[in-house]
């Protein structure tokens, strides 16, 4: 039998994606899409990369038209997802892509977001140690920003191990479709291609707190995260060069075989054979995060390099993972396990 | 029970695209994969968007690792094909993604490829008027080339339907991914980011005739073609602008219901709602056909734009489909039906 | 004694490409420049790649403003321009970059911009037989717009000289500048990298009419044009693929040397040797437009590509040309030769 | 009395740089022009860009050749230059762009380089303290590269003013004009577009000891550099993440204000105003250096992000600008202050 699942805010990149992914589920069937400014709109229109969907029109976000469903998915600015949660009840699951219920302490949320804190939900990256099991009987889920599941994926296993010290120093390259659909003059074609800028800088932006708290989970202490998120000129993907000092006693050889034996049963995370390097267009349209480590000796830092797609495993294919396990179907069912390249 | 695949050409471009197909293809199963100066090695460093194969390595293209399959897919340089064919034997289906057995005249083939002609084997896109027949009893396919493939798709119709006088006039835009994984100077990065050129000008592009010939067969009657191919910034897609003077008493309104009817039943070929226009990133990744009609009245032309993915639906997606309908199988078994957007 | 120039609209693409060529102009001192919604604003937060007047403020666009210049520049939306012009009276040399003043035909005109003709100004194209006459005596220029650039120049020997039936088809991608700098969302980087579409399609793009004009008053005779602008993923550049049915006699030799003696004396208009194709890479940032031509016997047709930089020899560099020649400067002074590549 | 300059290794992508900005330059006149595997060629076949010189042929690159100019530059594959200067002698101007003569440490060029220890000649980044004076008295320079300038001057100010600890993270994205003209597949465009990728990652490309060197020169102490350079999907640019753990007392303001008044004087290194963030393509094909600090409290990190065109003031900008000063001539003298955009 189907899980029905409902999408909110299908108009945008995060929307278009979790349909394309839904498309190819077999066992999800696609029930009502909504958005905002775009109700009324045939799909066709809006995404038009999703021919199967194009005669769908897109209906208001309200609680009745979401009711109904088995699961609903929120792609919406944040701030929004504990009314519709509410609204729905407890017995349908809610996959939520906005970062409303990913930070544990209330006091950084309010930092950070201006607003007061709503709670916190089962975070949905699986690959997280004890996450699954949150994730197996929750019918709530906070789907990660995109920085922090590159990041964290990168770093975890260097943390949980005990190899790094608490300081992580990061610079990430961001697809532009990590800012959005909404136009900006910064983000127009012209602006974008043919350069790189940062934003956010010196510790400016929200992944941070995020991608410290993930880090401080697996390390048993607090761990200082320098993070800069840069804009590459290309649509998708992230690729997070990441760098702790590596502490005493750490070699190639110990590095290497913690992240051998930390990812070896993860179906969509790849440390790659030695020499190679991970690049985002090989992950373009999967949810595989591929990750190369290495120690550079003279200047005593573990360098981590992780490359995903900000709108599938970034986004919409960890939220179907999560929701695969908060569903009791295989973890794997329906998520693309391969990139299209070049 | 499942169909075996093997490919030949592997470590290409087009063979990573037959791969990434097969891959997501309930009833095949993936066999021997050849490369010829790439024997012996990982397709994980060929091919590193296609983690599932990563450990294959691949073999070199003789007959004998070609043997026992019950599909083999020739993603060669032209040439090679007959010799591969004739010592496979008429049991197995035969898809030849090269040019060897597309022209059906001796001499057009002498003059375009200097070689003695080799024959003609049914037309791997099942659009045109009497190919699924052909394709449905053959054990042997010539995969259209990609421009082919686009403009073919663009025009039948208003040929088919006696719209158009037998003169076109087409300039296509491709994605460098058309230009093959060979490292060539003039398709470095440096060289093709932020830059169009033309290439085979003034009819001189060897898929010109290819293009005649499917025109011709539609119209019963001789078409020319000027054909200008051109080199796009991106790594993908095809769009083809392809015009053709209005016969006497044509509108917008026949000239549109001659494609909705031509097209209605066209499960990968879309003619987009009015006031839409095709743009490849649209296709990026699925066997996905987008079109759009005009009628240009000041100029007495009919302008038909199409766009498609050179490697899915110009090449891998048109091979397995067309292989769906040789084996009996749906034809859309297997086939993506969305684009990897934005 | 150096030359004063205004700037209107110096806030948009074509504006700060104005202001790019009038720093390396060695006869031009930049005075007023102004915005209309950036009025107030530091040029350095909107043209950050003009350090020299990164502190210079934009002031609103009125008439006390700009007067007491020897030169100005308007880079306006159509329908400014001849208000503007008037008040600031004859002595001024006005360089319109709009619409306004390039249509001879009053009809033309109204049919395609809605308006009431406002006059016809001499034509910031040099090239064009009798255009330099017109313009060394004018107070007044109607640039054109850039694809009635490339077009005119890729097609012009070949009407001048009767080689051609006046029918025209022509395909030109253009990089994204062209749409200018107002947030639209099909003009997002997410939306334009990796993809090639169409717009104005079917004869709908109001260059149209422009082209068809200046190909009319070189062949004596009305010329159609079928015209389909593409939109590229690179940010500068168009590259038009031109054909026309060649008339009878013509050879490759004929046309080959027809252009040769068009061109021979242009110091920005280069016809390249046989055997090289133009790239808009290799003019990016220059006044120059490369040109090759073929005749494609099969399809009876000449093909001429020509590449120019939209923003320079297509806006802004046409525009110094044509006031250095009102200006009775020399013709190139201080105007790119060189591209900007790779 | 014109200075007449030959340049060594003119097909390449700095040879073509190099020419671009000498074709500008108002003192220089344009002498012998040299390749190797090259030499028979017209340079218009090689560098379209530059049509005033298209016609120019390339010669060998002997001793003969590049004897009677005033200045060579050598844009040669490291290994060459000693022996070339020598037979030169010390009346000419040698301006190197290779790395031969920029490494002070024999230990260290070995270790990097495998080969002997050539020398030193006076470093080519006028803006380094005490740099100006040494290049004013030599014939010979050695122009850093491409990545160490923007890390240097990124990071001398906060070295050079005690605010920072001496230990440097660093991650550069670099378009694909960095890594040269020669065909290699993964440098095709089609693989470089839409895709992000490290290489040289934990300390193993070349110019991390060159980092280091220039900034410990500024600090006074042994600096350790953790630098990861990243292929980014554009032909120009180099965008720096520098980041270093403050010196206790550090504020935004003494920041600030230190790299105010370092770069008073400087007339292409920028530092923007608060809230501006430097953008690769604002400084394309110009010798401009657009910088922009913010302190990091949360980490207690300094964080500076540089952009620079590697070719530009990365390469040809830098090694004119070094001639300039080394003949006596104005430093800014026909070096482009504005960039290409967009």
Request: aromatic residues 4%.
């Amino acid at each position: 039998m189907a899980v029905r699942a409902a999408v909110a805010g299908a108009s945008g990149y995060a929307g278009g994606e979790i349909l394309r992914l839904l498309l190819a589920h077999p066992e999800v069937e696609i029930g009502a899409l909504t958005g905002n400014s775009n109700a009324g709109e045939r799909l066709g229109a809006l995404q038009p990369h999703l021919p199967p969907l194009a005669d769908r029109v897109l209906e208001p976000t309200t609680t009745e038209v979401l009711a109904g469903h088995d699961v609903v998915f929120l792609a919406l600015p944040h701030g929004h997802s504990a009314a519709v949660a509410e609204a729905l009840g407890d017995g349908v699951l809610v996959v939520d892509c906005g970062a409303d219920f990913r930070l544990r302490d209330a006091a950084q949320w309010t930092r950070w977001y201006g607003t007061p804190h709503a709670g916190t939900w089962p975070y949905g990256l699986p690959e997280l140690p004890g996450a699954r099991e949150a994730l197996r009987t929750t019918r709530r889920i906070a789907v990660p920003g995109c920085y922090p599941t590159a990041v964290t994926l990168a770093l975890f296993p260097a943390f949980a191990a005990g190899l790094a010290e608490p300081e992580a120093v990061v610079v990430a390259a961001s697809g532009t479709s990590g800012a959005g659909k909404a136009a900006k003059p910064h983000l127009l074609g012209s602006e974008v291609m043919g350069s790189m800028s940062p934003y956010g800088v010196g510790g400016a932006h929200r992944h941070t707190p995020e991608i410290a708290q993930n880090l401080a989970a697996v390390a048993g202490e607090k761990v200082t995260v320098s993070f800069t998120p840069t804009l590459a000129p290309m649509p998708r993907g992230i690729l997070a060069t990441c760098t702790a000092r590596a502490r005493a006693g750490v070699t190639a050889d110990t590095l290497r075989e913690s992240y051998a034996k930390a990812l070896a049963d993860e179906p969509f995370v790849h440390l790659l054979p030695e020499g190679q390097w991970p690049a985002t267009g090989a992950v373009a349209g999967s949810n595989n995060a591929l990750l190369q480590v290495a120690l550079d000796e003279d200047a005593g830092r573990i360098v981590v390099v992780s490359a995903v797609d900000n709108l599938t495993k970034g986004t919409a294919g960890g939220a179907l993972q999560s929701m695969n396990i908060a569903l009791g179907l295989p973890e794997e069912l329906g998520l693309p396990t391969t990139g299209v390249a070049p």
